[in-house]
């Protein structure tokens, strides 16, 4: 695992904005920067590869054991929405997709710093920026990535109506590039995939609604679950046949609690960092996140410390396992999982320990064991 | 692991097809040829996990979402309280 300085080619802003990749850069800022990557052997994504199924197996353990054993409590999920989970896990509702993050510096075994099992991010870059950048710097190269080709093949999988209505906020190149990104992959897979902003899904009184009052059978919401049930309309969600993607249960793995429960669970587990719900139990440095923070906000970590609107529902403390810092930038992995398995990475750096939502995307590769 | 040879897209960038510079022998020889089904073959062969991609060869588009009776008092903005971005 090693990180090379480049120079970027020449045309990126034309090329990206020929993808359809609207937020490059973000707010004046670069956020796709290709004046570096990071190079791996294929021995190291083949671990990376196996970790990842490694520490969904345990998410998928350990969802079941909250839901068997009621432990709400450990996760901060509150009693009122329980059920929905409750029963959106008996059902097996299928997941579409999931990035874990991981800490890794090509030494010893990855550790699992979050699991963004709601609403992860950066999928086009991931999948489709970083593939069109490696055929241009490393055309003999190859890449973990069959993120496209996987998500294609995973729609027909998740028992959907012929139309699935895809929603985000307003307001957001980022949310909206990476949800027309999966109505793009929804369309090859042969959904209808019409898209409304989610302050426009209507209720009527028995259904949600599409702006031509047509009931939204399924619906794709990059949308936060505890923000979605927290709204207004949140009353509503178990009353409506409406099939969510990602599905309820999914919101007991995205919170950080789930990381005190895996290490409850299996303790010493090599894939999973010490973390509990109280402070002061790692045996060592801590770092404290806030149940449903996003985005790096409110954290506290040795020397660092951001600011922002969560933590009043609680933390989890992790061991202080900074992540690997080369030319002054800090790396976190992210590792996707299409339908529960693993289909690629992407690789986002920061100046601060801390990922951010101001860090930036750093392209991969890898040579294979020819 | 290594993947396929082309990534079609039919929305992003307004639709297109990008392809790998290492494609398949089958792959180079229907692209010189021109051949109509140059983008099948391009996206089956080189790849340990396959393409599935059957929807949209099927030629099947996105458009209307189904009839449903239309109800007068419908409310919105119930949801998109969350002041933050969506996504993480």
């Known amino acids: 695992m090693r990180r090379h300085r480049l120079t970027p080619r020449p045309d990126w802003r034309e090329r990206a904005r ?6 490059a850069e973000i707010a004046g800022e ?18 990376l590869d196996d970790a990842t199924a490694e520490l969904e197996r345990l998410a998928r353990q350990a969802a079941d054991h909250a839901i068997r054993h009621d432990r709400r409590a450990t996760l901060g999920i509150p009693e009122a929405v329980w059920p929905l989970l409750v029963q959106s896990w008996e059902r097996q509702e299928p997941s579409l ?14 550790k699992l710093l979050e699991y963004n099992a709601d609403t992860p991010t950066s999928l086009y870059e991931s ?44 307001d957001s190149a980022e949310d909206r590039g990476n949800v027309d990104y999966l109505r793009d992959t929804a369309m090859q897979a042969g959904l209808n995939a019409p898209f409304l902003h989610i302050d426009e899904i209507g209720w009527d009184g028995q259904r949600f609604v599409d702006l031509a009052n047509r009931e939204i059978r399924a619906a794709f919401k990059l949308y936060p679950w505890e923000a979605l049930l927290h709204d207004a309309f949140g009353v509503h969600i178990a009353r409506a046949a ?35 719900r109280e402070p002061g139990r790692t045996g ?10 996003r985005e ?61 939502d101001t860090s930036r995307f750093v392209p991969h590769f890898f040579r294979s064991a020819a | 692991m290594r993947r396929v040879n082309m990534i079609l897209l039919v929305l ?77």
Not at chain 1, 97 to 110: A, C, F, I, K, N
Request: hydrophobic content about 40%; overall charge negative.
């Open chain 1, 127 to 170: 999948s489709v920026v970083q593939w069109e950048w490696l055929t241009c710097a490393y055309p003999d190269g190859d890449q973990f990535n069959s993120l496209h080709e996987a998500l294609i093949a995973a729609w027909p999988g998740m028992r959907l109506p012929p139309t699935v209505h895809f929603t985000c906020v307003r």
């Open chain 1, 296 to 356: 790096g906000a409110n954290i506290t970590a040795p020397g660092w410390r951001t600011e922002g609107p969560y933590g009043a529902e609680g933390f989890v403390y992790q061991a202080w396992s900074p992540l690997p810092c080369v030319d002054d930038r800090y790396a976190v992995i992210g590792s996707w999982l299409i339908a529960g398995k693993p289909h690629g990475m992407g690789i986002r750096e920061d100046a601060t320990p801390i990922t951010r």
């Open chain 1, 30 to 47: 670069p956020y796709w920067d290709e004046t570096a990557c990071w190079e791996f052997t294929a021995a190291e994504v083949d671990l």
């Open chain 1, 18 to 23: 020929s993808l359809g990749f609207a937020y």
């Open chain 2, 12 to 88: 992003m960038g307004g639709g297109m097809a990008l392809w790998s510079s290492r494609p398949s022998a089958e792959c180079r020889d229907a692209r010189a040829r021109n051949a109509p089904d140059a983008a099948w073959i391009c996206g089956q062969s080189g790849s340990s996990y396959g393409h599935s991609g059957g929807g949209y060869w099927g030629g099947r588009t996105w458009g209307g979402t189904g009839g449903t009776t239309s109800i007068a008092s419908v409310v919105r903005g119930g949801f998109g309280s969350f002041h933050g971005f969506g996504g993480s």
């Open chain 1, 284 to 293: 060592g440095l801590e770092i404290a996140k806030p149940l449903f923070g």
């Open chain 1, 242 to 276: 409406t099939r969510w993607i990602e599905p309820t249960w999914r919101l007991l793995l995205s919170g950080k609690g789930i990381l005190a429960l895996l290490w409850e669970l299996f303790p010493g587990h090599p894939n999973l960092l010490p973390a509990f």
């Open chain 1, 97 to 110: 997709y999931g990035r874990m993050d991981l800490r890794w510096d090509g030494s010893g075994q990855p």
